[in-house]
Antibody, heavy 120, light 110 residues
Framework: QVQLVESGGRVVKPGRSLRLSCVTS????????IHWIRQAPGKGLEWVAV????????YYADSVKGRFTTSRDSALDTSFLQMNNLRVEDTATYYC??????????????WGRGIPVTVS | HFELTQPPSVSAAPGQKVAISCSGSDSTFASGSVSWYQQVPGAAPKLIIF???KRASGFPARFSGSKSGPSASLAISGLQTGDEADYYCATWDSRLNLVVFGGGTLLTVL
């Protein structure tokens, strides 16, 4: 079955960097876009970023543009979220999610369990 | 970017039917498609509905979605206590190339 497992979350100080990983299995990673979504404690869902299946497109929320970068490694079936210059307001549980649609960017379908990131 | 508006909370008795609305004022939403997600407390979100009205695997026919222009709706019939969760709508903003989530609706089954 489709699985996504996030890792790399921890407590970091403001201004520092962190890289999250999302290891996937159960589907053809090379054919689907991967999204990153976060949820601050007690708040709703906030979309963060997406990278297309072929790495030709990457889009970001305004709140992270210029600080966060998403990438992917098809040899490892893994997506990454590089987070630089972290702020207190980046504190959240971060989810990676596989897109719904083969070959294009649309909306998230399968989600990982999430990984907490605390900036303090 | 535009916003998707959901009611903060809805409630109904077991066995009853409830509808959760999701409205957006932008023309890109009116012409786009909507997905719905269920998030049970302490768990990751799960896709319930995609492309406005297609049900994801694992969800029974009690869950249905619809969309007409700038308004979308998730209906849940035969409510069960296990349906208590936060529900989010989402759409792809094709002008700005980003995903927009609604603020979420807490469903309470009384």
């Amino acid at each position: 079955q489709v699985q996504l497992v996030e890792s790399g979350g921890r407590v970091v100080k403001p201004g520092r960097s962190l890289r999250l990983s999302c290891v996937t299995s159960g589907f053809s990673f090379a054919n689907y876009a991967i999204h990153w979504i976060r949820q601050a404690p007690g708040k709703g869902l906030e979309w963060v970023a997406v990278m297309s299946y072929d790495e030709t497109e990457a889009y970001y929320a305004d709140s992270v543009k210029g600080r966060f970068t998403t990438s992917r490694d098809s040899a490892l079936d893994t997506s990454f979220l590089q987070m630089n210059n972290l702020r207190v307001e980046d504190t959240a549980t971060y989810y990676c999610a596989r897109d719904t649609t083969f070959g294009v960017i649309s909306l998230p379908n399968y989600w990982g369990r999430g990984i907490p990131v605390t900036v303090s | 970017h535009f916003e998707l508006t959901q009611p903060p909370s809805v409630s109904a008795a077991p066995g009853q039917k409830v509808a959760i609305s999701c409205s957006g004022s932008d023309s890109t939403f009116a012409s786009g498609s909507v997905s719905w997600y269920q998030q049970v407390p302490g768990a990751a979100p799960k896709l319930i509905i995609f492309d406005n009205n297609k049900r994801a695997s694992g969800f029974p026919a009690r869950f249905s979605g619809s969309k007409s222009g700038p308004s979308a709706s998730l209906a849940i019939s035969g409510l069960q206590t296990g349906d208590e969760a936060d529900y989010y709508c989402a759409t792809w903003d094709s002008r700005l190339n980003l995903v927009v989530f609604g603020g979420g609706t807490l469903l309470t089954v009384l």
